[in-house]
């Protein structure tokens, strides 16, 4: 039986980041991994321009920073000086405006006085060369590479694809993720159970743990315990980047989804992993590389498996370096007793900014409401624990 760190080097040994391919910039790309650089296409900004309100001058008609200077025009954003500026003349300029001949400072529009003859009078500091003026291609030059390949594109991205004039890039996809509940128990959730049924908790929460990875989740339903129709179902999932079941992969005599999987051609790296919720967690490789997780059918279990295994193997198909899972140490905020015979992941409440957690009250795997109050899973090694307040654990986070 493999510890978690073990089976965690097993499951990225075989994700591989998937081939880019070239899409139109949208939102729908926030969050994926550009496939290459990118490079301005002009200078940024792509002249001098003035960082306030105010008014354009020469530095050297302001030696003592006070003067009256003639107004010679004005210009907003978007227009261009038509005029140089002479000794003892200004321009009236707005933010984001060029700066016009001549001009080497901007004096804020506050430092300043209208005259009754139309004039300005300036009462500031001497201004410095360059004052409250942007020069051409401070922010980006022609040419330079502006965004790395590897970055994850988040809004400021988007700003700078937009600004180089880039509606297109190439990008590594988000990968396509099967989800298929198993079990004769199992009903929809818009079904009123009857005896001996529970309602299909368990795809709506890994669908949704799909799409906060950053995977594209597609539902194959619920399947019988059955296994020409568990094998048809399977054989959908398999043309799927990953699939992930849930239930059936234990050791109860309709626990069919290990023998259908070998029946398919998918080869088992391990069906056992060291850690409570969720030992029995099944990984395995189809064809050129699906990748096949059976989760417990537990819910806790379930999480808990996706959480370790499935959600890094995500990241890694969509390209991203750090895929997790992520730790932080925190501090108890009350004693902590419990005994587990291994590795174990309690539901617990972070407090991130504080760095301090508390588990909340949990009756085990079958226990998903209790996951409602918590955030994070305190990391618990095996053995008889009695920690006090104030102790440093390690915790697994769930809301990154």
Aim: hydrophobic share 40%.
């Amino acid at each position: 039986m493999l510890s978690v760190s073990e089976a965690q080097t097993v499951v990225l040994n075989h994700a591989r980041s998937l081939p880019p391919g070239r899409s139109s910039v949208s939102v729908e790309l926030l969050g994926q991994v550009l496939a290459e650089n990118v490079a301005s296409d002009l200078d940024m900004p792509p002249f001098d321009k003035s960082l306030m309100d105010g008014f354009a001058v020469r530095s050297a008609d302001l030696p003592q920073g006070k003067a009256t200077l003639s107004i010679i025009e004005e210009v907003t954003a978007g227009q261009t000086p038509q005029r140089a500026l002479q000794t003892m003349q200004a321009t009236r300029i707005m933010t984001g405006a060029p700066i016009p001949v001549g001009a080497d400072a901007v004096v804020m529009i506050e430092r300043t006085r209208l005259t009754a003859d139309g004039r300005v009078e300036v009462e500031d500091k001497p201004p410095r060369p360059g004052q409250n003026i942007m020069t051409r291609g401070r922010e980006m030059r022609r040419g330079e590479t502006v965004l790395e390949s590897g970055c994850v594109l988040r809004p400021q991205e988007f700003g700078i694809l937009a600004s180089v004039g880039k509606t297109s890039v190439a990008v590594i996809p988000r990968p396509t993720v099967a989800i298929l509940t198993t079990g004769n128990e199992v009903v929809d959730a818009s079904r009123q159970p009857g005896p001996g049924q529970i309602r299909n908790g368990n795809g709506p929460m890994l669908h949704a743990q799909v799409a906060r990875a950053g995977g594209i989740p597609r539902s194959l339903g619920i399947a019988p315990d059955v296994a020409p129709k568990l094998r048809s179902m399977i054989e959908e999932g398999l043309q799927s980047n990953i699939l992930v079941l849930s239930g059936g992969v234990s050791a109860g005599k309709l626990d069919l989804v290990p023998g259908v999987l070998e029946e398919l051609g998918v080869q088992a790296h391990f069906h056992k992993v060291a850690l409570k919720p969720g030992k029995p967690i099944l990984f395995g490789t189809w064809g050129t590389g699906t990748l096949v997780f059976g989760l417990p059918g537990n819910p806790v279990s379930a999480l808990v498996g996706f959480e370790l295994f499935v959600r890094p193997a995500i990241r890694r198909l969509a390209g991203h370096e750090k895929v997790g899972p992520f730790f932080v140490e925190a501090t108890l905020e009350e004693p902590f007793t419990y005994k587990t015979d291994r590795p174990t992941y309690y539901p617990a409440a972070l407090d991130a900014e504080s760095r301090r957690v508390r588990p909340v009250p949990w009756f085990g795997s079958p226990d998903l409401r209790a996951l409602s109050r918590a955030n994070a899973f305190l990391v618990i090694a095996a053995g008889e624990h009695q920690l006090p307040a104030g102790h440093v654990v390690s915790v697994m986070r769930t809301d990154d």
